[in-house]
């Protein structure tokens, strides 16, 4: 009875402009798939202090969502309203941070001269398909 080996870490580089005002979903964790968030990197292109706030949005398969609509509990917000210099970059994460099966990373700007550039490193955490 063999085993079919199926890939088990894949690094993932995402790159996004945010859009003045709005949550812009950076990344949601696919499901079968646990999330290491290795950096998050956000640069004010502007000549002005920027603005950012950076939340965590739980999804359905975390234990406190009922019937798949998000809790106010659901969100954790790990950034309220951090500075950014003129042309200079922040980096909103002190480690790494683990992120669960639908799970989404998603941050607020102040201007549309932020950039983001985010890593993770995706582990499947499916069972081996048996032939």
């Given at each position: 009875?063999a085993?079919?080996?199926?890939?088990?870490n894949?690094?993932?580089?995402?790159?996004?402009?945010?859009v003045?005002?709005?949550n812009?979903q950076?990344y949601?964790?696919?499901e079968t798939?646990?999330?290491?968030?290795?950096?998050?990197?956000i640069?004010?292109?502007?000549?002005d202090?920027?603005?950012?706030?950076?939340?965590?949005?739980r999804g359905?398969?975390?234990?406190?969502v009922?019937?798949?609509?998000?809790?106010e509990?659901?969100?954790?917000?790990?950034?309220?309203e951090?500075?950014i210099?003129?042309?200079d970059?922040?980096?909103?994460l002190?480690?790494?941070l683990i992120?669960?099966?639908?799970?989404k990373f998603?941050i607020?700007?102040?201007?549309?001269?932020?950039?983001?550039?985010f890593s993770v490193?995706e582990?499947?955490?499916?069972?081996?398909?048996?032939?």
């Open positions: 009875m085993v079919e080996q199926l890939p088990l894949d690094f993932k580089l995402f790159n996004e402009t945010l003045s005002g709005s812009v950076i949601e964790v696919p798939i646990t999330g290491v968030v290795l950096a998050c990197q640069t004010n292109t502007s000549s202090f920027q603005t950012v706030d950076v939340l965590i949005e359905p398969s975390g234990s406190q009922v019937s798949g609509d998000l809790q509990e659901d969100s954790f917000p790990l950034i309220i951090g500075q210099p003129p042309k970059v922040f980096n909103p002190v480690g790494r992120l669960e099966q639908t799970d998603l607020k700007g102040s201007s549309d001269d932020i950039k983001v550039s490193l582990t499947d955490t499916s069972d081996p398909v048996e032939n």
